[in-house]
């Protein structure tokens, strides 16, 4: 089904904007654009949290498995941090730019200053990634020198992307790209077979028989990329002491925290992720991302000002580490481009207005006698009995329930759907399923109603999740260590409630790297890595003081949260 007919729009190259359209709404089009076109759309978001947003709309309406989605999320730093990504965001990253140069159709969905970062040259990934595969022949001290070089880390039991473990004749890897780890099971020096396992039971999973190793970084510390950086580091800070930290760490084959804003010095050149996507990208953009860009040069070139003060942690100047505004613009300009408005934007005469609405209020009244009367007087002045359809959208199968029983009053009782384009081909009048969009929407053209739990209960709709997220909102988040401090209460999103007793460098495998300690009951303590940041929030549920700490390993936290 068409909601837009942008059948038409496929050939047109001229600059197009649309109108009323949130997320959902941009969502539904650019599933229904990426459809109609058989090459890479390009959608460019204000921010990671809303390419996260839209990417999950985006899977809802073009279903699970016709449309690759790709997505290229932030670093989550601020420029110039002194600390690294984490390397889950590192992994999606390097597996995006590995496809990307062999994509077809699909959609990448990336944040405006994503598009700005520098980045290393296409030929990286394709020229440093090797394979394992059953049957294969293979030497365990090759292996070994090969995930060494690639940047991965030796550890007694595999947890996280980058790391691997050698435990008589098995090899455990989580490669870089991979939603889970891998393990070898060798038979003398032939690979018997390989498995996927889960990283946190141990548990292994699903055989397979091939694995791709991605490199760890977005740069490598082999001896001809070392060499590289050093020459290069002397030739942009001549007067900078060899005793520097970083050149010290890179020196002997360490990645220090926050390397990535050294990641020009690698290589001979950059390049962008304008170089690895298709020549016949089409571009969707959010308005106004031009502002967004331009703030995020003003800050970078701000921070830069403000972080390049000390001698032994020199930087490069911003232009080197991101494309500047103007060269942004020009990549921009040269693509096929489509704008697209919120419905807070009062529409001009050269933006093109849709079917989609976004929906008044329909919200449940629990305190009122009549709680569903919102909703049943919108269906009433819709026509919906009439003329309409109607999917209801729960967050789980248990909160499916809870909208059926709301609906019994009205003598609705929707029919079970297994994902939107069901829906949208069937003759189903009310239809209901379990699925995690954000928002709704509703096309009055054609009298289709989209309605999510957040019309139906507001903000008091998906709590765990909001709790989760909360370490994610502006005011929660620690944007640098330097937030910290010294016996505050913090938040960790897995251990809950702690208090901060400052940093503390230890080495594991030769390698020295900064942690955050925090305190537990009972003194307990727990070493968080700098570059977990991101896992840490501030506590807001009380007196600093009188915070009550949780207890390590205990259940009580996951209850709570």
């Known amino acids: 089904m068409n909601f837009f007919n942008l059948k038409a729009l496929i ?28 090459g890479m759309v390009m959608v460019v978001t204000h921010s990671a949290l809303e390419s ?8 809802f309406f073009a279903g699970k498995n016709s449309l690759p989605i790709y997505d290229f999320p932030d670093w989550e730093t601020l420029a110039y941090d002194v600390f690294s990504p984490h390397r889950d965001i590192i992994s999606r990253r390097l597996r995006t730019l590995s496809k990307l140069p062999e994509s077809g159709a699909g959609v990448l969905v990336v944040p405006v200053a994503c598009l700005m970062h520098r980045l290393a040259p296409t030929d990286f990934i394709a020229a440093r990634a090797f394979q394992y595969q059953v049957g294969e022949i293979i030497n365990r001290e090759v292996i070994q020198k090969q995930l060494h070089h690639a940047g991965y880390r030796k550890v007694t039991t595999v947890f996280e992307h980058g790391e691997y473990a050698f435990r008589g004749s098995i090899i455990d890897i989580f490669p870089m790209g991979s939603d889970d780890p891998f393990r070898i099971d060798l038979l003398d020096n032939e690979i018997e077979s390989l498995r996927l396992f889960d990283a946190e039971s141990q548990m292994t999973k699903t055989a397979t028989n091939l694995i791709e190793i991605l490199p760890a970084h977005e740069f490598t510390l082999d001896k001809q990329s070392v060499n590289l950086f050093l020459n290069n580091w002397h030739e942009r800070f001549p007067s900078s002491p060899k005793s520097c930290p970083i050149y010290k760490d890179i020196s002997n084959g360490i990645a220090p925290q926050g390397i990535e804003y050294f990641l020009s010095l690698f290589f001979p050149t950059t390049a962008t992720l304008f170089d690895y996507i298709p020549s016949n990208v089409r571009l969707l953009c959010y308005a106004d991302v031009e502002k967004i860009a331009e703030n995020f040069w003003v800050e970078a070139v701000t921070r830069h000002s403000d972080q390049n003060i000390d001698p032994s942690r020199p930087l490069l100047p911003p232009e080197e580490v991101f494309l500047t505004n103007n060269e942004l613009q020009g990549q921009l300009s040269a693509l096929t481009n489509i704008i697209l408005h919120d419905s807070s934007f009062t529409p001009a005469t050269n933006v093109k207005k849709t079917s989609i609405r976004k929906f008044p ?17 919108f269906f009433a002045e819709q026509q919906v009995a009439e003329s309409g359809r109607v999917l209801f959208c729960a967050e789980t199968p248990g909160r499916k329930e809870r909208i059926l029983d709301l ?14 384009i069901q829906f949208s081909k069937s003759n189903v009048t009310y239809g209901i399923l379990a699925s995690s969009i954000d928002s709704g929407l509703y096309c009055s053209e054609k009298s289709i109603f989209l309605i999510t739990e957040r019309e139906l209960f507001g903000e008091k709709v998906l709590q765990k999740r909001r709790r989760s997220l909360a370490a994610r909102s502006p005011d929660m988040i620690f944007n640098n260590l330097d937030e910290l401090k010294l016996g505050s209460a913090v938040v960790h999103i897995e251990h809950g409630v702690g208090r901060y007793q400052g940093l503390e460098t230890l080495t594991i495998d030769k390698t020295s790297q900064e942690f955050l300690v925090l305190i537990y009951a009972g003194d307990a303590k727990l070493y968080v890595p700098v570059s977990s940041l991101h896992l840490i929030s501030r506590f807001s549920s009380g007196d600093q003081i009188e915070a009550p700490l949780h207890q390590l390993g205990s259940d009580k936290w996951k209850k709570i949260k």
């Open 361 to 377: 209020d329909i919200s449940i009244d629990s305190a009122s006698s009549d709680p569903t009367s919102k909703l049943s007087n």
């Open 11 to 38: 050939n047109d190259t001229a600059i197009s904007q649309f109108g009323g359209l949130d997320v959902s709404g941009k969502a539904l089009f650019t599933a229904e654009y990426a459809a109609n076109y058989d």
């Open 52 to 59: 996260r947003t839209l990417a999950k709309c985006i899977q």
């Open 407 to 420: 609906l019994r009053p009205l003598r609705i009782r929707p029919e079970d759907c297994s994902d939107w």
